[in-house]
Each structure stands twice: as C-alpha cells, then as structure tokens.
C-alpha cells in the first residue's frame, strides 16, 4: 500500500467542465469531483478544450504554454495552453486552444448533428494534452480519462509514449456514445494501423475510440455499481460486453456524487423560499412559485417534474405511451428539456390537448430546473437505462419524491416503496422494474395514492432528506483505486530503486513514436 504520506498528482481529462462548458452529467462531475480529490489529499489538475465562450477575461485565464504544434493527418496543427482555477477553489484547470477545432457554436454537434471532424478535434486534444505531460514542470501519476472524447490519451500514454511511470483509469459516463468513425480516418489519429484490429481499436470495421479507452487503461469505471455490472450484459453493453467481460476483474463502479453546494434548497438562490427538512412546510411556497411561472393552475394537485434530454433512452418513448392516461388523472406535469423533434412535436400536441394540466418547457434553463426540484411533489425519471442519474439525489435534498425506472443509478440510490422498507424508515422513492408505459402508469398510480396519506409521504420526504450524497464517499474510493493503479505500474521497489515486480508490456507498441 501507498505511504499515506505520498500526494498523487491526478490529470483530470474531460471534454467538458461546469461551469465553463456543459451539455450533460459529465460536466457536473468534471466540475465538482476535481474538488472532492484535492480536499482528500490530490494534486489535482483539470484540462479541457477551450470552447467559444470560455474567454481570457471572464475567466481570468492567462497563457502558459504559446504554442502546442503537431501533425493531425497530413497536416500541422497548432494550438495554445491557458490556465485558470474551478470557481471558489485552488484546482487549477487548464484550457487547450484551437480556434479552428473549438471555438464552435456546439460542443460536439449542431442541429443533432456530430460535427464531421470530431476524430480530428479530439485526437488533436488528447495528443496537446500529452504534449502538456511533456513540457509542464508537473508530472501525473494517474491520467483519469472520461468517455470517448479523451479514450485516445490511454491508448497514446500506453502504446506511443510508452511512459511507464504514469497510469490511465478511465471512466465510462455513458456506454451508448463510443466515437465510432470511418475506418478511412484511422491515419488523423497518427496511430499504427498494427492497433486498428479486433483486440484493438476495430469494431466491425469501424474505429471505436471508446474500446481503446477500455483496452488501455489500468482500471475503467463506471458511475455506479449496477451500471459496472449491466454493461457487460448484451442488452445494456452496447457491442462492447464481450471487452467488459475480458476487463472484469479491473473494471469497477463508483457512485457519482452531488455538488451540495449548488443543489441545496437551504441556500439556493434560485428558488422562491428556502428550506429545510425541518422547515419543509415552506416547500409549498416553491410549489406556487412553480405553478404560476409555468402558467398552471394554483392548486393543491399533486405536481410531477422531468427534466431531462428527449430522448429513447430516457423513457420517452413510454412516457408518450402513458400520456393521454396520465393526464386523465388529477396530476399537474412540468417537463424541461430539449432532445428528439419527435418528441418536440408529441409533447406540443400533448400541452394544446391539457393546457391546465401540463408545462413543456423545449429549451434548458439552469433556474426552471432548480424551481422543478423544489416545487414539484414528484419526480419522474423513465429512463431505459441511467449509468448514474443525478437528479433523483437532487429531488431527494429537495424533498421531491422520485419515481423511476429501476436501472443503474437509479436501483442504486432509490429505495422502492414496499411495507418492510417502510417499517424501517428506507424507502424514499418508487421503482417500476419493467420498461413499460403499464408499469410506469402503476409506479404513479401507486406514488399518488402514497401521497394522499400525508402521514406516509413525510416519511419518503424524510428518508430522502437525510441521505448524503456528497462527494467525499466517492473521492475516497477513486483514491484507493488510484493508488492501485500506481502500485500496478511502478511495482514494489527495491531500496536501490529497482522494480521487484515490473509491469509486463503492452501488447502493442509504435515504433518511432508519432509521425
């Protein structure tokens, strides 16, 4: 074991950060997790790729490195490195810049659509972030990657670079997005074609970048331990089971944590009231507050909230099922998000058909989403798979009761509502374990009756309110596997410095390193 004394230096590598840029959970965590790490003892550094928007001003950004240059297929590619620190925290983040890559109006796509040279842009930020290793005074320990956008720096570190002092763990947020490309492109990622293979980075005649990121690292997790154990199953592994399956024994599933800070009704600015599990009388006044920005009716009617992307697999599809019969019932619906056109459209006709009884917000606002958690009375999350899920550990700080499909995080942090969980004061939700627009009616059916007993729903609130869902728990076992993978890579060393127990090779290493 690691000497309690020894600091890792920790690499955070994310293609999104909060604040500066967001499109999903992952930004929330590369936002609050760094955080978490440094108050258990890391040396923690973040880096991203500096978007439209994250200018030197608002930010206070200053420029450490001029110019990172490097071939991107057949041409040279030049960019910079900028610093600047997470908000009210020393963790230093830094920005990689390239004007031509990055400064865009999206993230990763426009209109639903992937940007063309999403290999190129990405390639280009992991190589920099090598390039970082290289020429900053600094060196990590661990290089903690997340999704595909940053599974080429294992992959790189690994088998170019072939620094063996320095470990990969790479977390998996979403087994559905794996940056799969033409295999024409494969050169724009300066790698050996000997890699594009079966036990490579070849999928069905594809590049998939994520399975590089699996097959590379040390140690792959997941944001929650059910999700480790369903995405090495057929139905939840999207094609890559089988690679999981092989990784087993090295892939492990941590609990996403809540920022409390920013989600918490006792001192959030975006709410009406604030309040307390003691004071959760004063929820009420949200609720209204709720009612009449959405132009619904002020009234006593148990209240459901969603806010989510639009999409299959978040339960939209059942939702669409259950619609007409949901509103038949003596429920108001607030729903906030942006996704598929379809369900655009759907949910429009659905609002023209039940004005007084349902809300549809199409576009993301960060204060709505705080005002659904603390006025609605339920929250609803169909999700056909959720590697994690945040916002049923937001509603339960909220005092929200969640109802929701039980998948990943979800059957991790949801306690159903069943007569022994009520006896010992556990249950704090409602769970449907068939994906259906049946069993989600029942789910609700049950939660409104539930909360017809007012005596009952205060002990759900309760049992919500009281569970800590902070970072702590979870920064220490991302320590711990940390020090592992260290330990893997260094080895037991004698007193002359010498590896007892080396680390065997990788199976594939370029010769000459990049082009």
């Given at each position: 074991?690691?000497?309690?004394?020894?600091?890792?230096?920790?690499?955070?590598?994310?293609?999104?950060?909060?604040?500066?840029?967001?499109?999903?959970?992952?930004?929330?965590?590369?936002?609050?997790?760094?955080?978490?790490?440094?108050?258990?003892?890391?040396?923690?550094?973040?880096?991203?790729?500096?978007?439209?928007?994250?200018?030197?001003?608002?930010?206070?950004?200053?420029?450490?490195?001029?110019?990172?240059?490097?071939?991107?297929?057949?041409?040279?590619?030049?960019?910079?490195?900028?610093?600047?620190?997470?908000?009210?925290?020393?963790?230093?983040?830094?920005?990689?810049?390239?004007?031509?890559?990055?400064?865009?109006?999206?993230?990763?796509?426009?209109?639903?659509?992937?940007?063309?040279?999403?290999?190129?842009?990405?390639?280009?930020?992991?190589?920099?972030?090598?390039?970082?290793?290289?020429?900053?005074?600094?060196?990590?320990?661990?290089?903690?990657?997340?999704?595909?956008?940053?599974?080429?720096?294992?992959?790189?570190?690994?088998?170019?670079?072939?620094?063996?002092?320095?470990?990969?763990?790479?977390?998996?947020?979403?087994?559905?997005?794996?940056?799969?490309?033409?295999?024409?492109?494969?050169?724009?990622?300066?790698?050996?074609?000997?890699?594009?293979?079966?036990?490579?980075?070849?999928?069905?005649?594809?590049?998939?970048?994520?399975?590089?990121?699996?097959?590379?690292?040390?140690?792959?997790?997941?944001?929650?331990?059910?999700?480790?154990?369903?995405?090495?199953?057929?139905?939840?592994?999207?094609?890559?089971?089988?690679?999981?399956?092989?990784?087993?024994?090295?892939?492990?599933?941590?609990?996403?944590?809540?920022?409390?800070?920013?989600?918490d009704p006792a001192k959030d600015e975006?709410?009406?009231?604030?309040?307390?599990?003691?004071?959760?009388?004063?929820?009420?006044?949200?609720?209204?507050?709720?009612?009449?920005?959405?132009?619904?009716?002020?009234?006593?009617?148990?209240?459901?909230?969603?806010?989510?992307?639009?999409?299959?697999?978040?339960?939209?599809?059942?939702?669409?099922?259950?619609?007409?019969?949901?509103?038949?019932?003596?429920?108001?619906?607030?729903?906030?998000?942006?996704?598929?056109?379809?369900?655009?459209?759907?949910?429009?006709?659905?609002?023209?058909?039940?004005?007084?009884?349902?809300?549809?917000?199409?576009?993301?606002?960060?204060?709505?989403?705080?005002?659904?958690?603390?006025?609605?009375?339920?929250?609803?999350?169909?999700?056909?798979?959720?590697?994690?899920?945040?916002?049923?550990?937001?509603?339960?700080?909220?005092?929200?009761?969640?109802?929701?499909?039980?998948?990943?995080?979800?059957?991790?942090?949801?306690?159903?509502?069943t007569p022994s969980n009520i006896a010992?004061?556990?249950?704090?939700?409602?769970?449907?374990?068939?994906?259906?627009?049946?069993?989600?009616?029942?789910?609700?059916?049950?939660?409104?009756?539930?909360?017809?007993?007012?005596?009952?729903?205060?002990?759900?609130?309760?049992?919500?309110?009281?569970?800590?869902?902070?970072?702590?728990?979870?920064?220490?076992?991302?320590?711990?596997?940390?020090?592992?993978?260290?330990?893997?890579?260094?080895?037991?060393?004698?007193?002359?410095?010498?590896?007892?127990?080396?680390?065997?090779?990788?199976?594939?290493?370029?010769?000459?390193?990049?082009?």
């Amino acid at each position: 074991m690691l000497s309690s004394n020894k600091k890792l230096n920790i690499l955070y590598c994310s293609s999104e950060v909060t604040p500066f840029s967001k499109t999903g959970g992952l930004g929330d965590v590369a936002g609050s997790l760094p955080n978490a790490l440094a108050e258990a003892g890391c040396d923690v550094r973040v880096i991203t790729p500096k978007y439209a928007g994250i200018t030197n001003s608002t930010y206070k950004l200053k420029r450490v490195i001029e110019s990172l240059s490097f071939r991107i297929g057949e041409r040279r590619e030049d960019g910079g490195l900028y610093e600047g620190r997470l908000p009210d925290s020393k963790v230093p983040v830094y920005f990689v810049s390239n004007d031509k890559y990055f400064t865009r109006k999206g993230l990763y796509q426009e209109s639903g659509k992937e940007y063309e040279d999403n290999l190129e842009r990405f390639s280009f930020f992991s190589r920099a972030v090598l390039c970082f290793i290289e020429k900053l005074d600094w060196q990590p320990d661990i290089t903690h990657c997340n999704d595909w956008q940053t599974a080429l720096i294992p992959v790189y570190l690994k088998a170019v670079v072939r620094n063996r002092e320095i470990g990969a763990l790479f977390t998996i947020h979403n087994i559905g997005y794996q940056g799969l490309f033409n295999r024409g492109k494969f050169p724009l990622t300066g790698l050996d074609l000997g890699i594009f293979n079966i036990v490579g980075l070849e999928y069905y005649g594809k590049i998939n970048l994520l399975k590089g990121g699996i097959i590379f690292s040390d140690i792959v997790t997941t944001v929650s331990p059910a999700y480790s154990k369903e995405i090495q199953t057929e139905e939840y592994g999207y094609g890559l089971d089988g690679v999981l399956r092989e990784k087993r024994n090295d892939l492990y599933g941590i609990l996403n944590g809540v920022d409390y800070n920013e989600w918490d009704p006792a001192k959030d600015e975006h709410i009406a009231v604030r309040y307390t599990a003691k004071s959760i009388v004063r929820k009420k006044a949200c609720k209204k507050d709720l009612q009449k920005n959405c132009g619904l009716p002020v009234t006593d009617t148990p209240l459901i909230g969603m806010v989510s992307r639009l999409d299959d697999h978040k339960g939209l599809d059942i939702l669409m099922e259950a619609m007409d019969e949901l509103m038949r019932l003596e429920v108001q619906m607030v729903i906030l998000g942006t996704g598929k056109s379809e369900y655009h459209d759907g949910l429009k006709r659905f609002k023209a058909k039940y004005p007084d009884r349902l809300s549809v917000n199409l576009f993301f606002d960060n204060t709505l989403a705080h005002k659904i958690e603390a006025g609605a009375d339920i929250f609803l999350i169909p999700s056909k798979y959720e590697p994690c899920g945040l916002s049923q550990m937001y509603s339960f700080k909220y005092g929200t009761v969640p109802v929701a499909h039980k998948t990943g995080g979800l059957a991790d942090t949801i306690t159903d509502y069943t007569p022994s969980n009520i006896a010992d004061s556990s249950a704090n939700g409602f769970l449907f374990t068939h994906y259906s627009s049946g069993d989600l009616l029942k789910a609700l059916l049950l939660s409104l009756s539930i909360y017809k007993d007012k005596r009952e729903w205060k002990k759900l609130i309760a049992a919500g309110m009281k569970a800590d869902f902070s970072w702590k728990q979870s920064a220490g076992e991302y320590v711990r596997l940390y020090e592992k993978v260290v330990e893997r890579v260094q080895g037991v060393k004698d007193s002359r410095g010498f590896h007892l127990t080396p680390r065997p090779l990788e199976p594939y290493i370029i010769k000459g390193g990049f082009p």
